[in-house]
């Protein structure tokens, strides 16, 4: 599958009309009229409860899931905070470079500049391949009797770590709800990408 990657008349955003997670959440009830990517116009929005998109908001963007119809689920990340904007496409490409060597620790990804329309502006935002599994923190409280698993749990975070510093990578953001665990303890696969660091960055901000 292949993410629009071209970007036309890139869009000048000011750092006024950031939207925040809420905005966000409305927009998005519309793929199709919203998001420029044609993979993700034809995607239904996860609802919650309410009938509202679901969103895991963080401390610098919030995230939506999509399924597509056919069977793809993404996860879509809007930034509702405007710093480092002016090099955020760079960082990202950087990273994405990176994630894409270590296909058992990462999730592939794709930054879109003119990724979703709020009014008339359009903003970027991180489209990536849905991740499965618990977060660390609920895989560890789910396995406090299952000794096993969390013994794998421990070779997987030390397998990952030591593959981590090799490369000179460091994720930045290393906690419970950034880490997912699945297949009984023996994968993990981290998200989160905002604060990364790959060789390649060296030097900046």
């Known amino acids: 599958m292949r ?3 071209a970007v036309t008349e890139p869009p000048v955003v000011s750092v006024a009309a950031w939207p925040d997670a809420v905005t966000f959440q409305e927009a998005i009830q519309n793929p199709r009229t ?6 993700l116009q034809d995607a239904g929005v996860v609802l919650n409860r309410s009938g509202l998109p679901l969103a895991y908001s963080g401390r610098f ?3 939506f899931r999509l399924q597509t119809p056919g069977g793809a689920d993404w996860a879509v990340r ?3 905070q405007s710093a480092h904007a002016d090099e955020r496409c760079a960082r990202y490409e950087a990273i994405a470079r990176h994630v894409a060597r270590f296909p058992s620790g990462f999730v592939p990804f794709r930054y879109l500049e003119r990724g979703i329309r709020v009014g008339q502006t359009w ?4 489209a990536m391949r849905w991740a499965e599994g618990q977060t660390l ?4 409280e789910n396995h406090l009797d299952n000794p096993p698993a969390l013994v794998h749990l421990c070779d997987g975070l030390n397998r990952l770590l030591e ?4 490369e000179g990578i460091a994720h930045g953001d290393w906690q419970h709800d950034n880490l997912l665990v699945s297949e009984g303890g023996r994968r ?3 998200v989160d990408y905002d604060g990364m660091y790959v060789p390649e960055l060296a030097g900046r901000v």
């Open 3 to 5: 993410l629009q990657t």
């Open 34 to 39: 919203v998001l420029a990517d044609p993979e």
């Open 188 to 190: 993990i696969t981290l």
């Open 78 to 80: 809007c930034f509702t």
């Open 137 to 140: 923190g609920r895989f560890v």
């Open 123 to 126: 903003f970027p935002l991180v």
């Open 163 to 166: 593959s981590l510093e090799r």
């Open 61 to 63: 963007a919030v995230v």
